[in-house]
């Protein structure tokens, strides 16, 4: 998009275009008139009145600038990528001495519960945030996670463990799509990099939670060899449970009782409440010890644009039949509003099914992987099992911080960098086959802990740029659904045993191939900040 120039802070309410047809408004917008990687006037293909306005709300958060309140948000959004990857990384750590202690034939049923709990959270919590607000979805996921792994801790037997790991999921699959498109609509042009950089907190997340491990679990959990694992000689994956579930909670404190998070002005502006959207717009500024300019005069002068029938998308009579409208599939119908707009929205879904299928196949199982061969190299105990689990954790934080980087090189962009991290996580999966000791296991695994984290901080900040602001939790839910239901669908393919052996890490390799060959060529736009 560098033939893009920028839009105008204000609209001119006597441009000669034909305001009768949107279409027409649109695709010359779409050459002269975008102002933010979010570009509503591109994508949205449909609605002229909404795009301006989204436009005068995106300028004016530019004018207010990076300011105490987004490095705040920034912060607490923060916890939602770390918690999202911990529980992730925590199930797969416990997945072995769960498995030795209630003596389970197939233990990825629990990484099948919890891609279960994560597919349904992404669906509500998503799609929720497009109907009942952002803040309701940013302030309770952490407190619904919090509640479910500290109870889980006291599970009795493998099936209520495995139902409290779906319900702690529940939670946990709503903080991406919510957080990401949040984040996004609060922060400034020129700091919407940050959105890739938010992804070290997912990194560091893995970090933290392999570190405890590695004291816990290393010490306080049955070995590999045990003819018998009873639960006092097992306590360490309960003790981490315990552990994490609170540092979730307190996680969860600090964004609920020592933040004031606002609504979405977008949201708001969606909804036909203009002055909501301007109110909450003055209240970043004095937070940021600024002013704005912006009146619901601004907003109200947008309404020039388009038909009638348009115009009253954004007035408040019709925002009760916006509500059911939405819950009847609107939403996602203006994903597709265009194109444009369809073609880049199939595409991003496409990319997060490859992923998600990869996913479960491979990172899911990296500690049982690391103790079943450990075993067969002869040093597979519980404490190098979780040692090496830590430093592979190491490797993924500057993977995630050079992401942040590489998308702002104008040769590489989103679509660049992640097209080289996933064609080189696929590589290196591939070659983790080769290992015939733990070391050359733990080194190939490495590698793939870096470029991996590479690949999720450009998707996860790729996405919701993508998508226009009044769907982007819609967005954002469909991608993450898609992720989460191929993740099922990995681990079924797990249990059922497709695979065995080194098998099973070779198709999540081939997995990414067309990960890497979908966005280069076939993405419809390149997002700079």
Request: proline share 4%; hydrophobic share 45%.
């Amino acid at each position: 998009m560098a033939e893009l120039q920028e839009k105008p802070s204000r609209i001119d309410t006597n441009d000669k275009k034909d305001k009768s047809n949107p279409d027409a408004l649109n695709e010359d917008d779409a050459q002269t008139n975008v102002s933010s990687p979010e570009d509503d006037l591109v994508l949205d293909g449909v609605e002229p009145v909404y795009a301006a306005k989204a436009g005068v709300l995106n300028q004016a958060i530019n004018d207010i600038g990076m300011g105490r309140y987004q490095w705040q948000l920034f912060c607490v959004a923060g916890f939602g990528w770390a918690q999202d990857n911990l529980w992730l990384i925590l199930t797969s750590l416990i997945l072995d001495p769960v498995a030795n202690e209630f003596g389970v034939g197939q233990p990825a049923l629990l990484t099948l519960s919890q891609n279960i709990g994560l597919c349904a959270g992404a669906a509500f919590w998503g799609l929720g945030a497009d109907i009942f607000g952002r803040k309701w979805a940013f302030n309770l996921t952490l407190g619904v996670t919090t509640v479910f792994a500290l109870a889980a801790a006291g599970s009795p037997n493998f099936a209520m463990i495995a139902v409290f790991d779906a319900f702690w999921s529940f939670g946990v699959g709503g903080n991406m799509p919510v957080d990401s498109a949040l984040f996004l609509e609060f922060v400034p042009q020129s700091h919407q990099y940050l959105l890739t950089v938010l992804a070290s907190f997912w990194a560091i997340s893995q970090l933290i939670v392999t570190g405890v491990a590695w004291g816990l679990l290393g010490k306080f959990t049955c070995e590999e060899d045990a003819v018998t694992c009873l639960k006092g000689d097992n306590m360490g994956w309960r003790w981490l449970l315990l552990s994490m579930g609170g540092l979730c909670g307190i996680m969860w404190f600090l964004r609920f009782g020592c933040f004031q998070m606002y609504e979405s002005p977008k949201y708001f502006m969606g909804k036909g409440k203009d002055e909501e959207a301007v109110r909450i717009v003055h209240e970043i500024a004095r937070r940021n010890g600024k002013e704005s300019t912006l009146t619901v005069e601004d907003l109200k002068a947008c309404e020039n644009y388009g038909s009638e029938d348009q115009q009253v998308e954004t007035n408040t009579k019709a925002a009760f039949k916006r509500k059911l409208r939405s819950l009847g599939g609107e939403h996602v119908s203006r994903l597709f509003a265009s194109k444009k707009l369809g073609f880049s929205s199939g595409m991003i879904i496409l990319i997060w099914a490859f992923i998600g299928l990869a996913f479960p196949l491979y990172n899911n199982f990296i500690p049982y992987t690391l103790a079943k061969k450990g075993a067969t190299y002869g040093d597979g105990s519980t404490y190098i099992t979780y040692r090496n689990s830590c430093i592979i954790a190491v490797l993924g934080v500057p993977g995630a911080i050079l992401g942040g980087y590489l998308v702002e090189i104008n040769r590489l962009g989103r679509k660049g960098t992640l097209s080289v991290s996933a064609i080189l996580t696929g590589v290196f999966i591939c070659g983790s086959t080769t290992a015939l000791t733990s070391n050359s296991l733990l080194a190939w695994n490495c590698v793939y802990s870096f470029v991996s984290n590479i690949m999720y901080a450009v998707l996860c900040a790729y996405t919701p740029e993508v998508f226009p602001t009044r769907d982007r939790g819609t967005g954002n839910a469909l991608a993450a659904i898609t992720n989460r239901f191929m993740g099922v669908m990995g681990t079924f393919i797990h249990v059922i045993q497709l695979f065995e052996a080194d098998d099973c890490i070779q198709p999540p390799s081939l997995l990414c191939f067309p990960t890497w060959r979908v966005p280069r060529p076939c993405s419809p736009v390149e997002l700079y900040s």
